[in-house]
C-alpha cells in the first residue's frame, strides 16, 4: 500500500494544497519571470514556507513543492552551475518537508489527521518553455526527448525522498507516456499525473481524456490520474470520462476559474461566484478521492473542502 492510500483509507478524500505562485502574487510578490515561482527558491524561500504552512493549517493532507518551473536548464540560464542548480532543485522538497515536519510536532496538529505528504512537483516541458504551451501540448518532442529532458530533474527530486511525484499540468498524452517511461528507471517511485484540460472531455492537445485515462490504467506506477488547472466548470464531465475506465482513484485541483495570458503572464477575471467548497464536494460525490487547487486557489478555499472533508 502506498501512503496516499493510506490516507484514502481513513477518510473520504485526501485534500491537496493550492496555488504557490498566484498565492505568492496575491500577498504582493512579482512572480512575472521565466522561472514563475521557482525564482523565490532563489530569493525567498521564506515565503514558500510561508505558504506551505499556512495550506497545511487550512487542512491540506498533502502539499506540493515548488519546482513545477525548476529546471537544470531554467536555473542554468541566470547563471548556475549544474550543482548549484540541483542544490536549489532539491532544496524545494527539503522545504517542504521542513515545514511539514514542523507542523507534525505539534501535537495539536495531529488531531483527527494522518501525517501530511510530501509531493515533488514535475511540471511539463511547456512549463519550462515559460510560454504558455502546457495550455496548448503543441510543443512537437518525441517520447525520448521528453524522458531525456525529465530525467535529470526527476532523479534529483527522488534523491530527497519526497512521498510520491505530481506530474501535473500535462497537456498530451506523450508527455505522460514519457513520464511512465522514465519511472521505470526508478522502479521504487509512485506518481500521479494530472492533464490540463480544454473542455468536458478533452485536455489541452485535443486527445480525449478517456484515451489517456485508459492507457494509463495499466501502469502499475501511477498512483492516481486526473485533472489540474483546468477551468472548475469542466471538472465533473472529466471526472466522469476518467471514471469510466479507470479504477484508479481520481485527482482533481482546477483553477479558479479564470484564463491564463502566456503573453502579459496574467490571469482574466475570476469566472466564478460558487464557493470552492461546494464545488469541490460536488467533484467528491462525482468520483474524485483526491482533490485540492490550482492557480488562483488560496488556503481559505482549502479551508473550506477541509470542513466538511473533517466534519
Known sequence: MNKMEAILEKQKIMILDGATGTELERRGYDVKDT????????????AIEMIHKDY?????????????QATFEGFMKRGLDEQEAKALLQSAVTLAIK?????????????????????????????YLADGSEFRGDYGLSKTE???????????????????????TV???????????????????????????????????GERIQECAAWLDDCEQIVAIGINCTAPEYIASLIEAIKAVSSKPIIVYPNAGEVYDAQSKSWSTKATTVSYGMMAHRWYEKGARIIGGCCQTTPEDIAQIARWVRK
Request: charge should be positive.
Open 35 to 46: 522561472l514563475w515561482s521557482a525564482k523565490f527558491l532563489m530569493e525567498n524561500p521564506k
Open 56 to 68: 497545511l493549517q487550512a487542512g491540506a493532507d498533502c502539499i506540493t513543492t515548488l519546482s513545477y
Open 99 to 127: 515545514v511539514r515536519d514542523e507542523f507534525w510536532e505539534d501535537k495539536n496538529n495531529r488531531v483527527g489527521r494522518m501525517k501530511p505528504l510530501i509531493a515533488a512537483s514535475v511540471g511539463p516541458y511547456g512549463a
Open 146 to 168: 521528453l524522458v531525456d529532458f525529465h530525467r535529470k530533474r526527476v532523479s534529483a527530486l527522488l534523491e530527497t525522498n519526497p512521498d510520491l511525484l505530481a506530474c501535473e
Open 171 to 205: 497537456p498530451c498524452l506523450i508527455e505522460a507516456k514519457a513520464y511512465v517511461k522514465l519511472l521505470r528507471e526508478f522502479p521504487k517511485a509512485n506518481a500521479w499525473i494530472s492533464f490540463s484540460a480544454k473542455d468536458g472531455k478533452h485536455i489541452n492537445s
